[in-house]
């Protein structure tokens, strides 16, 4: 069964995949936004930077970070000053990374699902006297609800799986930094398979449960005809 | 109270570039051909588009001045607008959708009421219905009584019939026509069928590739010679009368303008209700005597007003009648023979009226 750190690995794993996604959710949504409603130059190289996660190596992202978020990197520099510690080697800076590396996850279904709005439905609001905020929460938001859905759980599922970048920033402190793959990892290296049955067989049929929980919701939740 | 616009707009190919002002009562149809730019100027007038350069004054109110930058967006102004496709919001009920403007009006002592809308428009059995499996029909009867809830003092209307079939435009037509006697809102119409048009319109403003060819009443626009509309297959007058009497033995209803006749089939109608009624121009024969000796019922003392060409066969000519135009379409032989010159006085048989 699970041992102590074990409990602690998956205890982080899902303080860190729910810190992620909520994190994602308040700044994804905005950004979503403005990239299903805008065109031009800016545009492009912001869904590029976005999509960057899909097809970088997580050991690239992960080696960025540590140099920025470190004692001597410019942004770890600047927690120090403002009185804190770096956050490489931490659980802020395993958040800050996760943000980073499932920032696709949540933007692009919320991207998609905002883009396949009919504008008319928010010129009507308009002219019924909603405000552009007004409009997005009470017509573009409850219309993207499957879209925030695929969002969060994806986000949430894939923050749960990574796996090369909460290495690299993290660097696999027990009760700290390790993340339940991890773990895995770690009792596939000390030929402790049973342990990692355990973790691995649970988080598969996590995964799986999710996935199936947000494909079988999306199903019923069709976005209306003629939304 | 009156309505004033002045729009110039580039997209492309088109261009709109129209100026004009309007009573700010009754129903005012933007009527065209697809394309000419009616949909367009009722999107600026609601705020949906900004046009370059603008200028709209409705009463004392200015929505848009662009010589001083002055531009009230679109959930500032009191504008309703009811869309071609009714444009209903799928994650509301029927209800929900109605009061969503309602809601918003910060001014509380709205005057006009769920209630009344509800009734007025027939959806008490709607109300706690998804708009999803709503007819086509009540879909826009939804979607009007959203619009009017939102209290505007001016209503855009983007040709809400034209998705529609016979049978649910048949079931909206009297809604319309309620709404304009009960409620004093002023209604701008957009539209490209010249039936639903003569049928609602007191006002037409013609458009023609983003440019206001004419505008006048809507008798005055159908039956002006120059344009379009009268030279069509069914070119036709509308003529504004008021039932005086039912002849119950013939089963008929006289109906009186300007002390001129006309009779037609009994109408379910109190005595003194007006009625519009629709007299195509080729149902209108000319005579120089009064023919006491014919079966044609409606026989009309009339004064030639102009006459056009229509083709090598055919002329049109322009009559004035107890005070009211009409068409009639006659032979180039016919007017020949009768030496139809304007200012003539003869009479015009109407074969056939309809109460539109």
Known sequence: MLNESDIAALWISVRLALITTLILLLFGTPLAWWLAHSRGRVKIIIEAIVS??????PT???????LLLGAQGPIGGLFISLGGDAPVFRFSGLVI???????????QPLRDSFAMQSPRLLEAAATLHASPLDRFFSIAMPLARHGFLTASVLGFAHTIGEFGVV??????IPGQTQVLSIAIYDHVESLEYAQAHWLAGGLLLLSFA?????????????????? | MSLQLRYRLQRGDFALDVDFKLPASGISALFGPSGCGKTTCLRCIAGLEKPQQGLFKLGEQCWQDSARSHFIPAHQRAVGYVFQDAALFPHLNVEANLRYGYKRLRNKSAQIKPGMIIELLGLSALLMRSVENLSGGERQRVAIGRALLANPDLL????????LDASSKADIMPCLEQLHRELSIPVLYVSHAADEVARLADHIVLLERGKLQAQGSTHEIFTRLDLALAQEPDASAIIEARVESHEDEFALTRLVFNGQHISLPTLALDEGH???????????SLALEHNRNSSIL????????????LNAAQILVQLETGGQKLLSRITRKSASALKITPGQRLYAQVKSVSLL
């Open chain 2, 156 to 163: 855009l209307m983007d040709e809400p019939l034209s998705a």
């Open chain 2, 298 to 309: 409606n026989i009309l003392s009339a004064e030639v007003i102009a006459i056009s060409e």
């Open chain 1, 52 to 57: 960057l996660p899909l097809v970088l190596p």
């Open chain 2, 274 to 284: 007006s009625v519009r009624i629709i007299i195509h121009a080729r149902d209108v």
């Open chain 1, 167 to 172: 290495l690299m920033i993290g660097g696999n």
């Open chain 1, 210 to 227: 999710m996935l199936l929980g947000v494909y079988s919701v999306n199903q019923h939740l069709k976005p209306g005809r003629r939304a």
């Open chain 1, 60 to 66: 690239v992202l992960g080696f960025y970070l540590l």
């Open chain 1, 97 to 107: 990374g996760s943000v980073l590396y499932s920032l696709p996850f949540v933007v």
